[in-house]
């Protein structure tokens, strides 16, 4: 069945983020995940789609037990306060998440033991010598041909350690066969395509049994019937999408969209469906992945230090502007490269300028109408009505492809219509008054579709701009012109 198939049937939409690492507070490069998740999501829910929307935090990883002792704090308490901080943060930046999950809640642990004990059943869990280097930051091993000349992680740019311990081993190397069947029939299972092509390749190339356990770690989930040994955390980690929903939600329906940025494809793309397919379960729809927001050309990492605050950005510009910059300026699945400078460019010559200006004049005009714009007017000017038709349909076409950017400038040149319309027509001049309420009538009609085709990705500007247009019951429609939805930014 393909992706199409499943929506239709279940009129149900799971989309994901990851669940992130609480050794520091969210970065803009988190938000923008879980930004694009929550624009499908509220997407999908306009759709009249039942949406399961999660996202939550990564606990179990042994760089948290790290961070709390750096702070010297206690780590249920340090996890406690960041869990508080990231949901909270999510909250104020108005993501409509309808889940949050912590991996050290009992519901997880459930369903991980459930996991480990499948794939133990599927013959796929055994015990082996391993020896490598781990990174901290990666929470993986790495290669020696990954690491830069002078033996460091060449992105969080310290040694790793070389780790010699019994481990549990995960047999990944049995599924490169089913996996290649699987991608070949899956044409769409990782977007954008040139990752998908990197994923056969490196599938195609040859698949090495994965350490799925640490030994006398005091941090992390044991090992059902070995106390001696905790569950690697990427292990953990990933059953968390089918803790949300639980196994038989998952069996049921599991997730349609997985949003990441490229850093943790493999893991997603790779070792994810091959443990589904090793429990027996059925495998998620789809993996799509951003690429790194940068500063000056360097990733943002919380390891690096080098990060910019969603709610500093949010408080100053709002939600709305922060979302529309980081959709609108990164092409999807491209790296960006963020600056303050380009942000406040973009948002007072396409905000405050750009929509607000030509909702701000549309609104202006119209509630001038004492007793509001009569019904009874002719029907939508054929220019409006392509321009609104052409407007959905490339949105939407765009929206479905995940080019966030194309479907915001299909919107924004409903608006430059729009604004040149009433430039043209001078529509503060007209006189007559038959003429005014059909210009009227046009400019309203266009301005609520763009205001409604937006709500998925600037659901407060939307929300304002749709309740200033108030349609009557006998058809009349009145305007009151909401506060300055952008004030310029200096
Ligand atoms: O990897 N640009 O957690 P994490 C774009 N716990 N996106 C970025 C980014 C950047 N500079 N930096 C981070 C983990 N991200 C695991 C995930 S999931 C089962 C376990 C975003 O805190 C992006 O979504 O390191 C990236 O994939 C994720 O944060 C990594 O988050």
């Known amino acids: ?4 198939d499943r929506q239709g049937t279940h009129g149900e939409f799971y989309v994901t983020t990851p669940i992130y690492y609480v050794n520091d507070k969210p970065h803009i490069g988190h938000a923008y995940s879980t930004i694009v998740a929550d624009v499908l999501a509220r997407w999908r829910e306009a759709q009249g789609e039942h949406v399961v929307f999660s996202t939550g935090v990564d606990e179990n990883a042994q760089k948290t037990v790290d961070a709390a002792a750096k702070q010297g704090e206690e780590v249920g308490a340090y996890l406690d306060r960041m869990a508080e901080l990231w ?7 108005g993501i409509a998440n309808t889940d949050f999950i912590r991996t050290t809640e009992e519901r997880h642990l459930e369903v ?8 133990e059943a599927a ?8 020896q490598g280097l781990y990174c901290k930051g990666h929470e993986a091993f790495l290669k020696e041909d990954e690491l830069t000349p002078d033996g460091l992680c060449p992105e969080h740019k310290t040694a790793p350690e070389l780790v010699t311990e019994e481990n549990y081993f995960f047999k990944l190397s049995a599924y490169q066969e089913k996996l290649l069947d699987f991608y070949e029939t ?16 490196f599938v195609e190339h040859g698949l090495e049994d994965v350490s799925f356990s640490r030994e006398n770690k005091e941090w992390g989930i044991p090992v059902p019937n070995d106390p001696h040994q905790v569950i690697y955390v990427w292990a953990d980690a990933l059953v968390n999408y089918i803790t949300v929903v639980g196994m038989e939600g998952w069996e049921a329906h599991p997730a349609d969209i997985h949003v990441m940025a490229k850093d943790i494809l493999k893991f997603h793309a790779v070792i994810w469906p091959a443990m589904l397919m090793s429990a027996g379960l059925p495998l998620p729809g789809q993996v799509i992945c951003t690429g790194f927001l940068t500063i000056d050309g360097t990733k ?25 910059f980081l959709l609108r300026e990164v092409s999807f699945g491209d790296d960006g490269d963020f600056s303050e400078a380009k942000m406040k460019e973009r948002y007072n010559a396409d905000l405050a300028n750009g929509l607000g200006n030509f909702a701000a004049r549309v609104l202006a005009v119209a509630e001038k109408q004492q007793g509001g714009i009569p019904p009874g007017g002719p029907a939508l ?25 194309d479907a915001l400038a299909a919107v924004w040149a409903a608006i430059a219509f729009g604004d040149r319309y009433v430039n043209d027509k001078k529509i503060w001049e007209i006189k007559d008054e038959a003429e005014l309420y059909a210009v009227l009538a ?16 600037m659901p407060e500007a939307s929300r304002k701009i749709r309740a200033a247009i108030v349609h009557g019951s006998d058809g009349t429609v009145t305007a009151a012109k909401p506060d300055v939805l952008f004030p310029r930014v200096k």
Do not use: C
């Open 300 to 324: 943002m990492s919380k390891s690096l230090g080098n990060v910019v605050d969603p709610l500093d950005l949010a408080a100053r510009y709002g939600n709305d502007a922060l979302r529309y």
């Open 123 to 130: 013959g796929d869990i055994y015990k082996g010598q391993y």
């Open 186 to 201: 899956h044409g769409d299972f990782v977007a954008p395509s040139h990752r998908f092509n990197d994923i056969r390749a």
């Open 1 to 4: 069945m393909d992706h199409q």
């Open 112 to 119: 991980v033991r459930d996991m480990w004990g499948r794939m």
């Open 442 to 457: 046009n400019l309203l009609a266009l301005l609520d579709a763009v205001a409604q085709e937006l709500a998925p990705f």
């Open 87 to 93: 949901s909270g943060t999510w909250a104020k930046l």
């Open 381 to 405: 000017a054929p220019e409006f009505a392509e321009a609104i038709r052409t407007m959905r349909h490339t949105a939407a076409a765009r929206l479905g492809q995940f080019r966030f950017s």
